[in-house]
Structure formats: structure tokens, C-alpha cells
């Protein structure tokens, strides 16, 4: 083992510890469910439901659809699915759709369809072992085609993007690089690109997991692009961006690393004075957030 990755080995235990903390910081709440009792539109998105045989009911989402699109029937757009964070909902995402909105209004974005995906508050995007919380599956198997034939999508993975923010972060490249035949845009915003164990986030562990270190890994986006990694070189738009005072910046530049180690083209950015905060984060970041969409839309 080289001396980088001893050094990610030992900071490793760091960056879990502060997805721990934070998740200990929120309050409870009601449990998580697939249809979001709450019915909130944040601006420029509207509420949304559709039926899931993987879910046995009906599961909730909020869709953007850009400026024009109703008064121009004949375009078609690129999509963008935004992840939430770990004890977050598919309204966190508010803030990134005012900034695309304004962004694509003021000609420094492409016009784009964003959803916002109920990804529950801790599921980490996976499926769980036991079968219980099929998320990861909902999403590929059911959201997607569900999007594709209810609005105007390019339908093809060229146009089609997956973005997240800390938990959702880890979704991104989890199935981003597990599926890269459909997604050829990643976003990984602050990334909690951790290994859920039973010492720091039990719950998680538990429930997502089974307790089986082997199912974590199995599911660990450092292994999947690894396995994937001819399929995505060359083919697939990545960006990884981190606050410079986020704990997780750890996890994210062993990503970084990893992805140079692989040849990976990517970009990597630390975003200046700002610490694990979601809006701070994109009010940071600006019209930036989506210049990467230019190049790799255009």
C-alpha cells in the first residue's frame, strides 16, 4: 500500500465520523417514506407522484421544467436527476433549482429538466440486502423510464446527468458508475464517500446493509469505477467539488486520486470558505455549478 493511501486509510475514520455527527444533529422526524407527506413546490418545481411496482405504491417526486418549455412543444431537453443528503428530501434540493433557473435565464446554462428524487434519509441510493428498501432500483428501473415517457427528455445517456449533495454525492457516483450506460454526466457535490460500518453509522448499517461488510463494499463507488472503469474513461462528464472546510474533502480527494490513478478525465474543485452546508455550498459556487454542463452539453 502506497503512502497516499495509508494516509486515506488513516483519514478515512475522520470522514465518517463527521457524516456521523451530522446525522446525530438532526432531529428525528417522522420515518422516511416513498410518498413525501409533504406537498411543499419549492419555486419553479411541482410535486409529483407515480406508481411503483417495486414500491408497492405511489412515490413522490418534484420536477423543474425550464423556461420555454411549455410554449415550445416541439424541444427536447437533457435532465438532470439531483440526490439530497443524508436526512434531507427531495425538497433539499431547492436551492440548486434557483440557480439552474437563474442560470439558464441568464444564458450560462443549458436549459435542462432537473428532478428532485425522494431518495429517503438515509438509503445511501443503494437497494438494501434484505430487499425491504429497493431505492436504487426504484430509481433506475421505475423513475427514469417514468420521466423519459411523461416529459421531453433527451433519452439518452449523453443527456442525461445524476448530481448530489453529501449522501446524495455518494449516490451520484454509486450510480453513476454502476450504471454508466445511462448517465454521461456526474456530479459529486461534497461527497460522503464513505464505507458505512456498525461503529459509526449502526442504523445505516443495519438497515441498508445487513451488517455485511461485503455488501458495502460491493456497493462502494471506489470499487464500482474501478470495475467500470473502460466503460466510463473518455465517455462520461465528472465533476467532484468540495468545500475547503468540509471534512469529507478527505473522502473527495481520495476519489480524486483514485480517478487520476485510473486516467480518468474529471475536474476536482475546492470551494473556498465553505464548510458541510448544502445551500453555502451552491450560493458559493454560482453560475460555476453549471459551467461544466456547457462543455459537457454542448
Known amino acids: ?38 406537498k411543499t413546490e419549492p419555486a419553479g418545481t411541482r410535486y409529483h407522484t407515480f406508481t411503483s411496482k417495486l414500491a408497492a405504491g405511489e412515490v413522490s417526486y418534484l420536477i423543474y421544467l425550464p423556461p420555454g418549455y411549455q410554449s415550445e412543444p416541439a424541444l427536447r431537453y437533457p435532465t438532470v436527476y439531483w440526490l439530497h443528503g443524508l436526512g434531507g428530501n427531495q425538497r433539499s434540493g431547492a436551492k440548486f433549482v434557483q440557480q439552474l433557473d437563474a442560470a439558464i435565464r441568464g444564458g450560462t446554462s443549458p436549459a435542462m429538466i432537473a428532478v428532485l428524487v425522494n431518495g429517503m434519509k438515509d438509503a445511501f441510493y443503494n437497494d438494501s440486502k434484505d430487499g425491504k428498501w429497493p431505492i436504487e432500483s426504484v430509481i433506475i428501473q421505475e423513475l427514469i423510464p417514468h420521466i423519459d415517457r411523461t416529459y421531453r427528455t433527451v433519452a439518452r445517456r449523453e443527456s442525461r446527468a445524476v448530481e448530489g449533495y453529501s449522501m446524495g454525492g455518494y449516490g451520484a457516483a454509486h450510480l453513476g458508475f454502476k450504471y454508466p450506460q445511462l448517465f454521461g454526466i456526474v456530479g459529486i457535490m461534497a461527497g460522503a464517500l464513505i464505507e458505512p460500518r456498525a461503529e459509526v453509522q449502526p442504523a445505516i448499517f ?13 456497493n462502494n463507488p471506489f ?39 485510473l486516467n480518468i478525465e474529471h475536474e476536482y474543485e475546492l470551494v473556498p470558505g465553505v464548510a458541510h452546508n448544502n445551500v453555502q455550498f451552491y450560493t458559493k459556487l454560482g453560475e460555476q455549478a453549471f459551467a461544466y454542463y456547457r462543455k459537457a452539453l454542448k
Do not use: Y
Request: proline residues 4%; glycine residues 4%.
Open 1 to 38: 500500500m502506497t503512502n497516499r493511501w495509508k494516509r486515506v486509510v488513516r483519514n478515512c475514520a475522520l470522514a465518517l465520523a463527521a457524516v456521523g455527527l451530522l446525522a446525530q444533529q438532526r432531529p428525528a422526524g417522522p420515518p422516511a417514506a416513498w410518498l413525501d407527506p409533504d
Open 206 to 218: 443495519e438497515k441498508m446493509f445487513s451488517k455485511d461488510k461485503a455488501h458495502v463494499d460491493a
Open 223 to 261: 470499487a464500482l469505477v474501478r470495475q467500470n472503469a473502460n466503460a466510463v474513461r473518455g465517455r462520461t462528464a465528472i465533476r467532484i467539488a468540495v468545500g475547503d472546510e468540509d471534512n469529507l474533502k478527505i473522502r473527495c480527494k481520495a476519489f480524486h486520486d483514485l480517478l487520476m490513478d
